[in-house]
């Protein structure tokens, strides 16, 4: 198989700068998104080391603590002459349709469990969206949350009365209402057959409304490795512009005044939005909170074996949402981050117009061309061929078939390049004797610039297809991590393309097709050391990258490199591919026959 063999082992020319600065943008943005990761993700802590609890955050005081005219006083409890509504003992109702189950308790009038059916966790089980461990120490989802710890810790183990008890099937109605201690509760939530609910809370004392918030005090279920806990984020939409604030930018207990679009808190997949009824008046609450979760915490990649040393305290973000006037009406938004879901869910018009809560699916810095890419592969999918590994391939056959025509013209610039390369060599041996600080330099490369140019030889043109590719790569590295469809989407003997491929075949096969590629690929004016470098350096970096990271994007990286293997085995039979064969076998001899060092005149 003599056409496999790289045409282009010569001396080094001006591309070498070309490559190297392709090299090094290629190294930093990897090693940038590693070190990223790296500052994100959970870390190891003593066992001894304290907790950010909700109560300690609440109490800290802050920068933008709410006036005193927009949270009331807390006042002395009195006894009212309203008579108490308690229940006798603690019950729950379920609320059921077709895409959750709700399970509520009258302690609290909150949460116990909000099982997403069509999503599973990792244990194939349909996904609850409550992180229990952080709902035990932190609070359930609805409970209400006021500026008086006291009030809170007292509102959260009242016992109300329900307007039903067992089983609902949306769409349905549930009020709560809870009357002692001249403190006065009541929560009415309305369901119908979407992921979207409908709440109404109000909350007096003595008489006055008090600023109760209704809140998602931290986490998500599937939250159960690293990378999920360090995605958590503050969402919030503010005069149709979104933002999304990252754990190490929340402060717990802060109040964030509206308006308000939407506002809540998500992770990769999931989210919990408040779409308030009047986004003038809305306000936010952060919650942030660390949890010690080494025993429930699942690993994965090299050493997921091991045990825990010590703590590893991971971020809890929240949210708490209301009305400034203290009666809040909003809905709520408790789902996948799924775009087909997102697009359809919209704030409440302000001045006619609204926003949709796709914004909430965020991609980072190559956002557009993530999610234009995401939009290639769902249709793929929904149209051609319904699995999402299959659609990965096909939309990478497909990338690869547009980019045909540049890799064709740099092909048949590097052939340009050899054919004066001869020349080349010819000005850089007048110019040996001149130190590399010399001015005499300049005018060295002055001429190889002018030799270049009447040539019609882009000294860059070999790096274009590889300067388009990169976008991609990066855009698909971004992607992979944040969409819902992907979750635990099987292709061959892969269960999660989201996921590290735990027998490492992909990666292995990354591995191989990267040598090849960067072994076969010509690189005319690369120095046969410096290609030899890199042949082996780049399959080590990208391989670390694909085993550590979702099995999908190695799959998008494998299969582009074969196609780009398969695509030089043709060039390679065509009179381009022969020519340049030949002019690089004619430079082998003559250095053959040269008793010089190799790389040097």
Not at 561 to 590: D, H, V, Y
């Amino acid at each position: 198989m003599a056409e496999f063999k790289n045409p282009n082992q010569q001396g080094g020319t001006q591309d070498n700068r070309s490559l190297f600065v392709m090299m090094f943008v290629m190294l930093a943005v990897f090693f940038g998104l590693s070190y990223y990761r790296q500052k994100t993700n959970p870390k190891t802590a003593s066992p001894n080391a304290p907790a950010v609890t909700q109560s300690q955050s609440a109490a800290a005081p802050q920068s933008a603590a709410p006036s005193p005219s927009s949270a009331l006083p807390a006042q002395a409890a009195s006894p009212s002459a309203t008579p108490a509504v308690q229940a006798a003992a603690e019950q729950t109702t379920v609320i059921e349709n077709e895409l959750y189950r709700i399970e509520f308790t009258n302690r609290g009038a909150q949460v116990k469990s909000w099982v997403l059916k069509q999503y599973q966790d990792t244990d194939n089980k349909p996904l609850n969206l409550v992180h229990t461990q952080a709902a035990e120490k932190f609070g359930y989802p609805l409970s209400l949350y006021t500026y008086d710890q006291g009030l809170n810790d007292t509102l959260k183990q009242a016992l109300y009365v329900p307007s039903t008890s067992g089983q609902i099937t949306a769409p349905g109605t549930l009020t709560f209402k809870y009357s002692a201690n001249g403190v006065d509760v009541t929560k009415t939530f309305s369901f119908d057959e979407t992921y979207v609910i409908h709440a109404d809370t109000q909350v007096t004392r003595n008489g006055s409304a008090v600023r109760a918030l209704l809140s998602w005090p931290g986490g998500f279920g599937d939250q159960d490795n690293a990378q999920n806990y360090a995605a958590a984020q503050i969402d919030y939409s503010r005069d149709r512009n979104e933002q999304h604030l990252a754990a190490k930018k929340v402060s717990g207990g802060e109040t964030l005044n509206g308006p308000f679009d939407w506002a809540g808190v998500s992770d990769n997949y999931f989210a919990t939005i408040f779409l308030p009824d009047t986004p003038a008046s809305a306000s936010v609450v952060t919650l942030h909170n660390e949890l010690d979760v080494a025993k429930t915490i699942h690993r994965t990649g090299f050493g997921s074996s091991s045990p825990a040393k010590g703590a590893i305290n991971v971020p809890i973000l929240g949210a708490a949402f209301g009305d400034v006037s203290g009666h809040t009406q909003t809905r709520i938004y408790a789902g996948p981050k799924a775009v087909n879901v997102l697009r359809n869910i919209y704030s409440t018009p302000v001045d006619g117009k609204r926003v949709s809560l796709e914004p909430l699916l965020d991609f980072g810095f190559w956002g557009p061309i993530g999610k234009y890419l995401f939009l290639a592969l769902q249709w793929i999918h929904s149209h051609i061929v319904g699995n999402w590994g299959w659609s990965i391939i096909i939309l990478t056959l497909c990338i690869n078939v547009l980019l045909l025509p540049l890799r064709i013209k740099t092909m048949q610039s590097g052939l340009k390049m050899q054919r004066i390369q001869p020349q080349m060599d010819a000005i850089k041996e007048k110019y040996k004797k001149y130190k590399i600080n010399d001015p005499k330099r300049n005018e060295m490369n002055m001429e190889i610039m002018k030799l270049q140019k009447d040539n019609g030889v882009n000294m860059f043109g070999g790096c274009i297809p590889t300067l388009i590719q990169l976008p991609l790569l990066f855009a698909f590295f971004s992607m992979i991590p944040k969409v819902v469809e992907l979750r635990h989407a099987h292709w061959a003997w892969l269960h999660d393309l989201t996921a590290p491929d735990p027998y490492y075949i992909i990666p292995a096969v990354m591995i191989i097709s990267q040598f090849l590629m960067q072994f076969y690929t010509p690189s005319p004016g690369v120095d046969p050391q410096q290609q030899k470098m890199m042949a082996f350096m780049m399959p080590a970096i990208s391989g670390y990258f694909v085993i550590t990271y979702g099995a999908g994007l190695g799959l998008y990286w494998a299969v582009g490199n074969f196609f780009g293997i398969a695509q030089q085995m043709i060039m390679n039979r065509t009179s381009l591919g022969k020519e340049m064969r030949e002019i690089a076998a004619k430079r082998a001899r003559r250095k053959a026959g040269s008793p010089v060092i190799q790389g040097k005149r």
